[in-house]
T-cell receptor, first 113, second 110 residues
Framework: GAGVSQSPRYKVAKRGQDVALRCDPI?????LFWYQQALGQGPEFLTY????????KSGLPSDRFFAERPEGSVSTLKIQRTQQEDSAVYLC???????????FGPGTRLTVT | RKEVEQDPGPFNVPEGATVAFNCTYSNSASQSFFWYRQDCRKEPKLLMS???SGNEDGRFTAQLNRASQYISLLIRDSKLSDSATYLCVVTRAGNNRLAFGKGNQVVVIP
């Protein structure tokens, strides 16, 4: 079946531009997570949704980062006024309401120049 | 201090050999433990959960030591296809977020 998909797969932004990253979770998965993975590091938690409710956004590094999931399915991570330190792979993961295994999408590789 | 610490390596392993590595976690309230595998430029995928009694899945054995707060992974009879980064992951009770270590990079050499 279809897994988690993310778009775009690659994004190059000039410093100061706004970007929007999309995640399509596995159909029917209630929980959705965003992680940021810098080069040579493990993924770091950004935010978590259960259906449309954002239950935890404690990992968002600044108020330039904003995530939404208005209909409890597709989610968008928006980064305003991008900075070079935002360059990373942004991973989305989803899980069912019963299971704990998180299934990851292929990620969006963001490069800020 | 990071929640999960791992020595990144790389661990260069001859094909057919056994390799073992571990990670430590700082939060004694951690409840669930996992090893994820991440291939180069790919997403992490669950390799196995780790239970207090220890568990095995084919050539892979995972152990958890709650008293010392460390988790180990052992790979027997290494294959070239085992080359990857192995990420140690913990979660806390009542919290779904995954806390990842930096990963152990394993390179299996023919």
């Amino acid at each position: 079946g279809a897994g988690v998909s993310q778009s775009p797969r690659y994004k190059v932004a000039k410093r100061g531009q706004d970007v929007a990253l999309r995640c399509d979770p596995i159909s029917g998965h209630v929980s959705l997570f965003w992680y940021q993975q810098a080069l040579g590091q493990g993924p770091e938690f950004l935010t978590y949704f259960q259906n449309e409710a954002q239950l935890d956004k404690s990992g968002l590094p600044s108020d330039r980062f904003f995530a939404e999931r208005p209909e409890g399915s597709v989610s968008t991570l928006k980064i305003q006024r991008t900075q070079q330190e935002d360059s990373a792979v942004y991973l989305c993961a989803s899980s069912s309401d019963r299971g704990y295994e998180q299934y990851f999408g292929p990620g969006t590789r963001l490069t800020v120049t | 201090r990071k929640e999960v610490e791992q020595d990144p390596g790389p661990f260069n392993v001859p094909e057919g050999a056994t390799v073992a590595f571990n990670c430590t976690y700082s939060n004694s309230a951690s409840q669930s433990f996992f090893w994820y595998r991440q291939d180069c430029r790919k997403e992490p995928k669950l390799l196995m959960s780790v239970y207090s009694s220890g568990n095995e899945d084919g050539r892979f054995t995972a152990q958890l030591n709650r008293a010392s707060q460390y988790i180990s992974l052992l790979i027997r009879d290494s294959k070239l296809s085992d080359s990857a980064t192995y990420l140690c992951v913990v979660t806390r009770a009542g919290n779904n977020r995954l806390a990842f270590g930096k990963g152990n990079q394993v390179v299996v050499i023919p």
